[in-house]
C-alpha cells in the first residue's frame, strides 16, 4: 500500500524545520568610539531614518534583535568589567 501524501499543514511544517536547521553566514562588526561632539552628527538620506543613544547599562541584551547582537552587548560588558580596562594605560 502507498504512503499517503502529507497534509498540507505537515509540509508547511516540514519547511519551517528546513529553514530553521540552515545555517546562514552573517559578519557583524562592534566597535566602540568616543565621540567629544555630536553638534555636526546627520544621517545619510535613505540609509538611517534616526538615531537613539543609549548608557549601554540601560540596554536589556534580550530586547535586541539578533542573538548575535545579544552576545556582543554581553561581551562588552564583561570586557567593561576588566580591572585593567579604562584605566588610561597604554595611552599617549
Do not use: C
Amino acid at each position: 500500500m502507498a504512503a499517503l501524501p502529507p497534509l498540507r499543514h505537515e509540509k508547511r511544517n516540514q519547511r519551517q524545520s528546513a529553514i530553521r536547521l540552515r545555517r546562514v553566514r552573517v559578519t557583524d562588526l562592534f566597535f566602540v568610539v568616543e565621540v567629544h561632539d555630536f553638534d555636526a552628527i546627520a544621517a545619510q538620506p535613505g540609509e538611517v531614518d534616526g538615531w537613539t543613544f543609549l548608557p549601554v547599562e540601560s540596554v536589556a541584551a534580550e530586547s535586541l534583535a539578533f542573538d548575535t547582537h545579544q552576545r556582543a552587548l554581553q561581551q562588552y560588558r564583561k570586557h567593561q568589567r576588566r580591572p585593567d580596562v579604562n584605566t588610561g594605560a597604554g595611552e599617549d
